[in-house]
T-cell receptor
Framework: DGGITQSPKYLFRKEGQNVTLSCEQN?????MYWYRQDPGQGLRLIYY???????QKGDIAEGYSVSREKKESFPLTVTSAQKNPTAFYLC?????????FGPGTRLTVL | GESVGLHLPTLSVQEGDNSIINCAYS??????FIWYKQESGKGPQFIID???NMDKRQGQRVTVLLNKTVKHLSLQIAATQPGDSAVYFC????????????WGLGTSLAVNP
């Protein structure tokens, strides 16, 4: 059963703490992406990776970091430098152009 | 019912009617276009895509039309059902090695029983 999994579904953190969101895919896709979505808004690209051990900043990378050590995994760390981290985070993967999305993680900063 | 995307972000239709969701894209060099459906609290779900060498593509109950002259994309949903209620996003990809998607702001579709 192929797909993209994100965990956890809901995440709460205190101000000043770093937190890591998981994204795993078994579609054998080379490219992976992280997006942020705020209520009633579209998707904004945080980071993307077109191949293992390589990644690029998207439009809103400040306060975030990623790694791509394995083809199937692309974890996102939300650091304490991110001033407004409460949002819905979406991970996607693609082989060519069509991106397929995971179920998302809703992060709330208390 | 018909929307004009950014200017009318909410479209309300009666169950059984056809829906048309419109999208104006920005880059005349874009060569790939895609529509996603996003239900509340879930990730976007792929609906249909089209490349710039085509004007029309049909799926199950959905049709995408591409007018490159005026940089306009539309999604037509036939016999709209309550399960079609969601936010619909269009996205485009430019030519070249950078294949990032450029996203529209979304149109909310509400289906009235």
């Amino acid at each position: 059963d192929g797909g993209i999994t994100q965990s956890p579904k809901y995440l709460f953190r205190k101000e000043g703490q770093n937190v890591t969101l998981s994204c795993e895919q078994n579609l054998n896709h080379d490219a992976m992406y992280w997006y942020r979505q705020d209520p009633g808004q579209g998707l904004r690209l945080i980071y993307y990776s077109q191949i293992v051990n390589d990644f690029q900043k998207g439009d809103i990378a400040e306060g975030y970091s990623v790694s791509r050590e394995k083809k199937e995994s692309f974890p996102l760390t939300v650091t304490s430098a991110q001033k407004n981290p409460t949002a819905f985070y979406l991970c996607a993967s693609s082989e060519v152009d069509t991106q397929y999305f995971g179920p998302g993680t809703r992060l709330t900063v208390l | 019912g018909e929307s004009v995307g950014l200017h009318l972000p909410t479209l309300s239709v009666q169950e059984g009617d056809n829906s048309i969701i419109n999208c104006a894209y920005s880059n005349s060099a874009s060569d790939y276009f895609i529509w996603y459906k996003q239900e509340s609290g879930k990730g976007p779900q792929f609906i249909i895509d089209i490349r710039s060498n085509m004007d029309k593509r049909q799926g199950q109950r959905v049709t995408v039309l591409l007018n490159k002259t005026v940089k306009h994309l539309s999604l037509q949903i036939a016999a709209t059902q309550p399960g079609d209620s969601a936010v619909y996003f269009c996205a485009e990809t430019g030519a070249g090695n950078n294949r990032k998607l450029i996203w529209g702001l979304g149109t909310s579709l509400a289906v009235n029983p």
